[in-house]
């Protein structure tokens, strides 16, 4: 599952553009008529997820969760090292 994997992966740009798309067609859905329900559903889980993804990213790049993963990862490599 994406929402599992390190944040690092995750293409800002894309989220955007995926969580805009989405959107769009939501409104779109129930513009035309008859309104497409399916459509807009499938959207909406779309959008929902890309809000996750987004709030990973902005997390991870902009407040502060970068620093703290790779401090993380530096604790564990110092106590794989003194097991040792």
Request: glycine share 6%.
């Given at each position: 599952?994406?929402?599992?994997?390190?944040?690092?992966?995750?293409?800002?740009?894309?989220?955007?553009?995926?969580?805009?798309?989405?959107?769009?067609?939501?409104?779109?859905?129930?513009?035309?008529?008859?309104?497409?329900?399916?459509?807009f559903g499938c959207h909406?889980?779309n959008e929902g997820s890309?809000?996750?993804?987004?709030?990973?990213?902005?997390?991870?790049?902009?407040?502060?969760?970068?620093?703290?993963?790779?401090?993380?990862?530096?604790?564990?490599?110092?106590?794989?090292?003194?097991?040792?």
């Open positions: 599952m994406d929402t599992q994997k390190e944040p690092e992966i995750i293409s800002g740009k894309m989220t955007a553009a995926l969580i805009l798309y989405s959107g769009t067609f939501m409104r779109y859905s129930m513009a035309v008529s008859p309104a497409n329900y399916l459509l909406f889980v890309q809000l996750v993804q987004g709030y990973r990213y902005l997390q991870y790049w902009n407040f502060g969760g970068r620093e703290k993963s790779l401090e993380q990862k530096a604790k564990q490599k110092v106590e794989e090292v003194v097991k040792s």
